[in-house]
């Protein structure tokens, strides 16, 4: 799993995102929590994160996800 977070998100402080990080990896969850500078918005670098991300997860065709 992977949670791009803002570092002043005024509706979503850093406390939540690192709880949500810790509940899912008591879960069994591999996660990987990123700050971002700024707050609660999708900027451009959280989406090149997200791609990065998605190259390497279990959901990438490089992966061996099945095509649609």
Do not use: C, K, M, Y
């Not at 709880?19 to 069994?28: K, M, N, V």
């Not at 390497?56 to 061996?64: N, P, T, V």
């Amino acid at each position: 799993v992977q949670i791009n977070a803002g570092q002043a998100d005024p509706l979503v402080p850093p406390p939540q995102s690192e709880a949500l990080a810790e509940l899912l990896r008591e879960a069994g969850a591999t996660v990987q929590l990123r700050w971002i500078a700024g707050g609660h918005a999708l900027t451009r670098e959280d989406l090149e994160v997200g791609q990065a991300w998605f190259g390497i997860s279990s959901l990438s065709r490089a992966a061996g996800r099945p095509q649609l």
